[in-house]
């Protein structure tokens, strides 16, 4: 089992950069797929950006590619995102999970959820 606690998020200007950080605890962070999902009010839960165990494989969102970076660190047990180029319509609760299957992008696929962390982006 796995516990997530995400950090990083705030309050931005349109084009400004926020990382966020995901931290693991248990001892088998190396062995979860990793991914980033989000949502804003109103709205279904969507995928960001999924990263396999080792970092090698990355996927994103098309709305996100090119200005988000899924990473991790597995000596760190973290999880990043680095969001660079950010809009008014990435204002969302941005969570990160944890698969023990595959790196999805589908919500079911994965099987441990963070509480959430909000970042907005004005205009």
């Known amino acids: 089992q796995v516990q997530l606690v995400e950090s990083g998020g705030g309050l931005v200007q349109a084009g400004g950069s926020l990382r966020l950080s995901c931290a693991a605890s248990?001892?088998?962070?190396?062995?979860?797929?990793m991914g980033w999902f989000r949502q804003a009010p109103g709205k279904e839960r969507e995928f960001v950006a999924a990263?396999?165990?080792?970092?090698?494989?990355?996927t994103y969102a098309d709305s996100v590619k090119g200005r988000f970076t899924i990473s991790r660190d597995n000596a760190k047990k973290t999880l990043y995102l680095q969001m660079n180029s950010l809009k008014p319509e990435d204002t969302a609760v941005y969570y990160c999970?944890?698969?023990?299957?595959?790196?999805?992008?589908?919500?079911?696929?994965?099987?441990?959820w963070g509480q959430g962390t909000q970042v907005t982006v004005s205009s």
């Open positions: 248990g001892r088998t962070f190396s062995s979860y797929a």
């Open positions: 999970a944890a698969s023990a299957h595959a790196m999805g992008v589908i919500a079911p696929s994965y099987d441990y």
């Open positions: 990263i396999n165990w080792s970092g090698i494989r990355t």
